[in-house]
T-cell receptor, first 113, second 115 residues
Framework: GENVEQHPSTLSVQEGDSAVIKCTYSDSASNYFPWYKQELGKGPQLIIDIRSNVGEKKDQRIAVTLNKTAKHFSLHITETQPEDSAVYFCAAIPTGTASKLTFGTGTRLQVTL | GAGVSQSPSNKVTEKGKDVELRCDPISGHTALYWYRQSLGQGLEFLIYFQGNSAPDKSGLPSDRFSAERTGGSVSTLTIQRTQQEDSAVYLC?????????????FGEGSRLTVL
């Protein structure tokens, strides 16, 4: 089955700086890679996703990059703000018959003033 | 409500007791997942329901864990003879379409503490 590793486990940045979270996956059949944000006391919420037919996707201050050859993908947050403080999870899944989304272990991002 | 609803939000129980956790998915969502989140850990897949198909139970950690989904809507996760290592937040999520790349909508979770 799929195995997703995520680094770092914790990340502290100053407001306005950029944050990068990296993930690797094991199953070369995986071709859908979402990122979820979990605020304290809440369930995770999808913030951006990327499919294997593109190498990069951007949505305002958030971008994801994908390197299928190396089997890694990254989340980039620019101009961080205090409300970006949360736990971020990457995930991977092959489309088709696979049923479960495999998540990474999470990155706790703290944006300090 | 418009979102995924889980109850109870908090449950404290004694070791050896049985617990039931309930999930009300978003109306019309055919896919329903249970995940477990232990303190400081990631999201561990437990079980997946899709329509009338047989559930994917491959993530259930032991035979003390079981889940049902009645009428294609509400789901109940049952943990029998709870152990301290069962303490975690149990998250339910639903998804609208059968294709497995759709967005998962999570509830706020049920925090289980086994004393």
């Amino acid at each position: 089955g799929e195995n997703v590793e995520q680094h770092p486990s914790t990340l502290s940045v100053q407001e306005g700086d950029s944050a990068v979270i990296k993930c690797t996956y094991s199953d070369s059949a995986s071709n859908y890679f979402p990122w979820y944000k979990q605020e304290l006391g809440k369930g995770p919420q999808l913030i951006i996703d990327i499919r294997s037919n593109v190498g990069e996707k951007k949505d305002q201050r958030i971008a994801v990059t994908l390197n299928k050859t190396a089997k890694h993908f990254s989340l980039h947050i620019t101009e961080t703000q205090p409300e970006d403080s949360a736990v971020y999870f990457c995930a991977a899944i092959p489309t088709g018959t696979a049923s479960k989304l495999t998540f990474g272990t999470g990155t706790r991002l703290q944006v300090t003033l | 409500g418009a979102g995924v609803s889980q109850s109870p939000s908090n449950k404290v129980t004694e070791k050896g007791k049985d617990v039931e956790l309930r999930c009300d998915p978003i109306s019309g969502h055919t896919a329903l997942y249970w995940y477990r989140q232990s303190l400081g850990q990631g999201l561990e897949f437990l079980i997946y329901f899709q329509g009338n198909s047989a559930p994917d139970k491959s993530g259930l950690p032991s035979d003390r864990f079981s889940a049902e989904r009645t009428g294609g809507s509400v789901s109940t996760l049952t943990i029998q003879r709870t152990q301290q290592e069962d303490s975690a937040v149990y998250l339910c999520a639903s998804r609208t379409e059968a294709v497995n790349t759709g967005e998962l909508f999570f509830g706020e979770g049920s925090r289980l503490t086994v004393l």
